[in-house]
């Protein structure tokens, strides 16, 4: 037998006691105790018969929660920047160019991504606690003659969310794909790709799906599929709708090999897909809508200011809250997280210093979870040394 | 309450029964149970201290497996393609030349991603169950002049392992990086980053890891870090190391969000890398080399043909195998699957209809299950009616 040396020597990894906190910021979010269990079910591979069956229950599921009869419909094996990168790069390419209505850090993220493409990326701002009027959309529309429109439905980083009903139907008129993140919102809040007249849409499972993040659901519509059948440039391999397209069986054809499937992934998915039909998704968006409700209560009763002055603009899944004057987000949310085990986050991008963001979504949208952490906000803005 | 009308109603997913085949294909293979248990591990995020830990785990894991005391090393969210992409759509970028040494299909793969960046290949093939000499590849580098040289080191679609060491000095002396495609081999079959000079690695978790696909580590040496840090070109955003460097605090400075890790993937990987390290990695390759020898002589008692003909050339995590005339490979795996419960593969890509592909990879590198899959050959040669 062979002797080797080694020039680095293993490593001794040990697992150390932790406490983790309730998740209760904008996501990553709890999972489902069923979902946990589906992460160990076993591994199988194509040659399997039954890895074929759950592509099909996933695909299924995913037309339900997108609420669309699109064909082009299957999750990229990654997180939610995946689901970005492969609605732009397969339906945009070099000198093509996107209108990006921006109102927080996701849409500036879509912008970063583009750019890299060569796609020619023209922005528009709203302020950040506010959304855009299908008025004001229309007029850049009309003015700037894009090949798509890209608008966050629901944003983390802000806490609102945008009105989409009808804006397919503009954009369309004016030649335009509509391109939507649904990652915060899906689940949380009703949302109907093909009657608003979507044409590429991704979300993620670590949100209100309440699943573990690293797949990320994706559909395309049939506009959408001409285009990228007919496209001239070629995005990434391993994002390349056109090839998943066989994998995933979108045409009822072909299961062709891409790359290999995490199947923990796949049925984590599934099963979050399951919890969705199970329950439904109409009694989804009230549950979500009705915790939030409750919890805005509360913060009303606390003499808080939310971030978004509208109450219409305000996301089901995640709520931003202005601090009395003096407070420090930082350490407000670290005493929370110290204190109660309850993990809310401070701003991100343009709400940094300016609010805490509260996620109460997916398995943690309930009453109880909105009064636990109201309770934790109470306590804690008793707290001098937090100012 | 709103009252939604739903156009795509609820699918019924129900649970089927199925039976899960022992996993002895070229990938992917059985996991740990300890790496099953793993991917239930709470979910945390950024803003738990056990978060960061985690990470650490796992590039001590990771340097310890490539063998390197590099810094840029880290895990891709995503499938082994995914690792085959970041390494060369960051490293090489429009019209710089690839000189790519096939003789499997994942090289085709890689030629295939080269050309969607512009990246100019040059491919020199050797017999599909050979490897290349040193003397052959310096010829074709001195010819070419490429930028990088890219070869596997296993091969799963032929069964072939290529000897690495002193090739990274053969490249430098060319101006040329080496980049090599561990997937089937790490951990199977010795590896050394550093002592062979290799530029770029990746791998995939799924194969000899015994663990889940959908993350993908890979390394790159300082020399390749120097090239990615001043290059002109933009790799994708979800891929970008120089970006991923920060989330992953490759240089101990920063840890910055990029995208949203998956939890259960990263606790499976760690449990993975502590297996590697509780059982070291010489005994590791010696027990896959064990394994192979064992399932070798049991494959020449029944008078059956290697597809490799040459020993030194054998990887010790995938056999392929020739059956004697006659035999179709398609309905012999099938076979084997229905009647034993065990998979294993026919061929793929230049191996198709040419050779069995077995795999005794990870959990399932034992003599007990070469046995076994050795038995459930020797019942199915009798069977007439697979000729």
């Known amino acids: 037998m062979a002797t080797y040396e080694l020039t680095v020597s293993a490593p001794n990894i040990e697992d150390r006691s932790f406490t983790k906190p309730l998740l209760c910021g904008p996501g990553p979010c709890d999972l489902w105790p069923s979902v946990s269990e589906a992460l160990a079910k076993p591994v199988i591979t194509p040659l399997c018969d039954e890895h074929y069956n759950v592509i099909d229950d996933i695909r299924a599921g995913l037309q339900y929660i997108f609420q669309t009869r699109n064909k082009l419909v299957y999750a990229v094996s990654g997180s939610g920047h995946s689901g970005m990168e492969t609605i732009i790069s397969n339906l945009l390419g070099p000198n093509e160019v996107l209108l990006i209505a921006s109102r927080g850090i996701w849409d500036q993220r879509a912008n970063i991504i583009a750019n890299r493409y060569g796609i020619k990326t023209i922005i528009i701002s709203a302020p950040f606690n506010t959304t855009f009027s299908h008025d004001t959309l229309e007029v850049a529309l009309n003015k700037h003659k894009p090949t798509a429109l890209f608008i966050t439905h629901g944003d983390s980083s802000t806490g609102t969310v945008q009105n989409l009903k009808g804006l397919g139907e503009i954009c369309h008129r004016h030649g335009a794909f509509l391109l939507v993140d649904t990652v915060v919102s899906l689940v949380g809040e009703p949302f109907f790709m093909d009657d608003w007249g979507v044409d590429a849409v991704y979300t993620s499972t670590q949100k209100a ?30 994002f390349d709708a056109k090839l998943l397209a066989q994998q995933w069986n979108c045409y009822g054809n072909t299961r062709q090999y891409h790359h290999t499937l995490s199947l923990p992934l796949l049925w984590a998915l599934r099963q979050c897909l399951r919890e969705v039909a199970k329950e439904t998704l109409p009694k989804s968006w009230a549950r979500h809508a009705a915790t939030t409700a409750h919890f805005h209560r509360r913060i009303q009763q606390m003499s808080l200011q939310f971030l978004v002055p509208k109450p219409e603009d305000r996301l089901a899944t995640v709520t931003t809250i202005v601090l009395p004057n003096g407070y420090d987000y930082v350490k407000f949310y670290k005493y929370i997280r110290d204190k109660y085990n309850i993990l809310i986050f401070a ?24 009064d636990a952490v109201a309770d934790a906000m109470m306590g804690a803005l008793k707290v001098k040394s937090l100012l």
Request: no cysteine; proline share 9%; aromatic share 8%.
């Open 347 to 370: 701003g991100l991008g343009p709400t940094v210093g300016k609010a805490l963001r509260i996620g109460l979504m997916g398995v943690n949208s309930t009453i109880e979870v909105a």
């Open 209 to 238: 799906l309440s699943g573990p993040a690293g797949i990320s659901p994706v559909a395309f519509s049939q506009f959408a599929a001409d285009k990228i059948n007919n496209r001239k440039h070629e995005p990434p391999f391993y």
